[in-house]
């Protein structure tokens, strides 16, 4: 195949000139659920306050052109994880967008994750909040290399009294602490039913905390997956009513205090300068929810859609005297990090096939990003495709995630770095684009072997 991001192994030698530092990095990968490319200051919004995101911001590197997983929470986490296309995995259907509680399927045993491979370097490794890869104990994270988990098993909205529709929207924009049935996983057991939700991202950082407390003189490795703004929306007392964006002002303004109180204590154990920090999110915002959802900025559309809104996510890496601070523009994805974690880490099992490549050279200045393609999957359906600046449509839903797919007659195609906004369809003016991106489609589809469905499998009904 002729994009160097597909059939990647990792046993293959990284860039030259590029080495890890003396001794792995700790690792602390932080996701947020549904935060839109515009919900930050730091990428334009006017009025939400993340004074401590954009210290990060600052001080490390920001990526405009970051992509997540998928465009749904399931499979964006899949590939977030195993570094692998959701296809792959079976782990992204045409019959469910994700995992729901009576989901019987999950996170293939076959897969290799990175808490998985650190381990073989080594590293603790740690888990809080949203798992949403199967919430049967085969599938639970503790099963996939974490030997700690604190958290839920999928999104915060389930287990609600009502099925979808009006009832259960009117709950969403107007939740009660008990409206959600939603269970509090740990050791593989559940420790609390229903979630306290308005006090969990407060307790995912106080666990986080004394993981990094008890695993300060080891490597280690923490994924902190918040609920969070996923609606309904709770913020703890101390932060609910103090944002002039409402509710959902509220919820970020309290996952940035979080990420303060991680920084704080990195400095104060001296680790801060031997510890890579990401800060992303697993897809867009959910525009149907209006004013309790985020937002896509510049871009067009959101959450369930294959437009740059749904799957162009805010990305920032903090790394101090390894990473020097910028605005990176190159492309990179959540397929990345893997690759750039076992370059890292020196963990580099052979024989995976994989979906992405080593940021290292980029994020310390030293090399391009590997990233030249994108592949825009809705379900187990290519629907677009980006090389280099330009992106041609196949199959889209126009526009909103609920809509059914529609293969258009003709490709559409847009130049991003022009029309980031996917305003003006180009098509007709470079049809030797259109062509290119047509036949990396097809070499593309002809190299991903169809696996079983994990999501659309559910248990029957008494």
């Not at 073989?120 to 599938?139: N, V």
């Not at 839920?152 to 009117?170: L, Q, T």
């Not at 740990?186 to 969990?200: D, N």
């Not at 293969?407 to 007709?428: C, K, M, N």
Request: hydrophobic share 35%.
């Amino acid at each position: 195949m002729n994009s160097a991001l597909i059939a990647v192994l990792l046993g293959l030698a990284g860039p030259a000139g590029v080495s890890p530092p003396s001794g792995p990095p700790n690792i602390i990968l932080i996701v947020a659920d549904d935060m839109g490319w515009g919900d930050l200051p730091s990428y334009g919004h006017p009025v939400i306050k993340t004074p401590q995101l954009d210290r990060i911001a600052r001080e490390g590197q920001r990526w405009t052109s970051f992509y997540s997983g998928a465009p749904y929470c399931t499979a964006s986490r899949a590939g977030l994880l195993t570094g692998r296309l959701p296809v792959r995995s079976g782990m992204a259907s045409e019959a469910r967008t994700v995992l729901f509680p009576d989901s019987t399927g999950g996170l293939p045993a076959t897969e290799i994750t990175i808490p998985e491979m650190l381990k073989t370097r080594g590293y603790a490794t740690a888990m809080m909040g949203k798992w949403h890869l199967g919430h049967l104990p085969r599938h639970q994270p503790e099963n996939h290399g974490f030997d700690l988990y604190f958290g839920i098993p999928y999104s915060n909205d389930m287990d609600a009294p009502f099925p979808d529709g009006p009832e259960k929207n009117a709950l969403i924009r107007n939740p009660k602490p008990d409206s959600f049935n939603v269970p509090v996983f740990s050791g593989g057991r559940i420790v609390e039913r229903p979630a306290r939700q308005q006090t969990l991202t407060r307790r995912y950082i106080e666990r986080s905390i004394e993981f990094i407390r008890a695993n300060a003189r080891k490597p280690f490795f923490l994924y902190v997956a918040h609920h969070a703004p996923h609606v309904p929306l709770f913020a703890h007392a101390d932060f609910a009513g103090g944002s002039p964006r409402g509710a959902y002002g509220d919820v970020l303004a309290e996952m940035d205090d979080g990420v303060g109180r991680l920084r704080a204590v990195l400095e104060e154990l001296g680790l801060e300068r031997n510890t890579l920090l990401i800060f992303t999110s697993d897809n867009g915002p959910w525009l149907a929810q209006r004013d309790i959802a985020g937002s896509s900025g510049h871009l067009r559309d959101g959450k369930g859609t294959t437009f740059e809104g749904g799957v162009r996510v805010p990305a920032l890496f903090w790394w101090p005297g390894t990473i020097p601070p910028g605005v990176v523009d190159q492309m990179g994805a959540f397929f990345d990090l893997l690759p750039t974690f076992a370059r890292l880490a020196g963990a580099l099992p052979e024989g995976r096939v994989l979906d992405g490549g080593d940021l290292t050279p980029a994020l310390t200045g030293t090399g391009p990003s590997p990233r030249r393609e994108y592949f825009y999957y809705r379900g187990s359906t290519l629907q677009a495709v980006r090389s280099g600046p330009y992106k041609a449509h196949f199959v889209t839903r126009v526009e909103g995630h609920d809509q059914s797919p529609r293969t258009l007659d003709r490709p559409w195609l847009y130049d991003l770095d022009q029309d980031v906004e996917e305003r003006y369809d180009i098509a007709s003016e470079k049809p030797d684009v259109v062509a290119r991106l047509k036949r990396l489609a097809d070499e593309h589809r002809r190299g991903v072997v169809p696996v079983e469905d994990q999501i659309a499998p559910r248990a029957a009904r008494n």
